[in-house]
């Protein structure tokens, strides 16, 4: 009685999760990520290849690409401290540098697709050059 109570929660639980998995949440947690990277790391964009990148991947990941391994990154990023718990009392989940694993194997594969689809958008705004909003634009033909 007492295991079938405990698997009908799990099961209720890894549904829940599963259903929080959207480009929404994706798109959120790899903005926090981002931020996170721009103040430890200004300029990381412009050192990853988007089109390599690949979340699931511990080397094309995003901190694969910066650090050479998904692993090493987390420690250089300060996302984990020495202890290999989170510094930032964030998760690699949280920050959306990892799909979440809670929702199941199908869950975890299309939050993977999520997370690399927000991370690219998140990397090709800090890749984009904009003008500064004091650049003057001429309407007028340039003469000689």
Not at 27 to 34: K, V, W
Request: aromatic share 6%.
């Amino acid at each position: 009685m007492l295991d079938s109570l405990r698997l009908a929660l799990a099961e209720r639980r890894r549904q829940r999760v599963a259903s929080r998995v959207s480009t929404e949440w994706a798109a959120s947690r790899a903005r926090s990520g981002a931020e996170l990277l721009d103040g430890e790391d200004p300029g990381w964009a412009a050192r990853v290849d988007t089109r390599t990148l690949e979340l699931a991947d511990g080397q094309a990941c995003v901190l694969g690409q910066l650090h050479g391994d998904f692993r090493r990154g987390l420690f250089r990023s300060r996302v984990l401290g020495v202890s290999s718990a989170p510094a930032r009392f964030v998760s690699p989940v949280d920050l959306g540098f990892q799909a979440t694993r809670e929702g199941g194997p199908e869950a975890e594969r299309l939050d993977y697709a999520f997370l690399t689809r927000a991370w690219r958008e998140e990397i090709a705004s800090r890749q984009t050059p904009t003008l500064p909003a004091s650049v003057p634009r001429r309407s007028d033909p340039v003469s000689s």
